[in-house]
């Protein structure tokens, strides 16, 4: 496989599991914070978005550490992305009303409420694993262990997004 379709994949499985794992850094410490949060992917724009809100402290965490680490997962279809990047916080009424959907009203009355902002996330690095689906990863596991020898339970690729 070519670079450029690794990259196009990666894209299309964030794209299609769309809910990840956010992880910062909390600020205090050596201690990672991880939350589930609907990502919006745009790939023209290589960055993936977030509506969050000021008063949760990812802004805060952010702040003092850009890092951050995207993980997403489709248990059903064992496909599963890991991205590192970069995260700053905007306050983009314009992209709020871009990104709000009917899922963001059971966090805010309104899109206009002012502790929305969008937390975008520039990719650096990618790693994914996209396997067959379960019953073919059940089967090769149990031949695998059968047979003593290892199963190959699909594709994993890391990559500079």
Known sequence: MTHH????????????IGICMLVTHDGSGDQLRARPMSAHAARDEDAIYFLTDIRNHKDDE???NDNVCLTFAENDDYRYVSV??????????????EL?????KAFWESKDDPNIRVLRVRPAMAEFWDNPGKIVTTVKMAAAAVTGSKPNLGENRKLIL
Request: glycine share 2%; hydrophobic share 40%; charged share 35%.
């Open 100 to 104: 709000w959907s009917t899922a963001a």
């Open 62 to 64: 952010v702040e003092i």
């Open 5 to 16: 379709t690794d990259q196009d994949r990666a894209w299309s499985m964030i794209e299609e």
């Open 84 to 97: 590192t990047g970069t995260a700053n916080m905007l306050d983009d009424r314009r992209k709020i009303d």
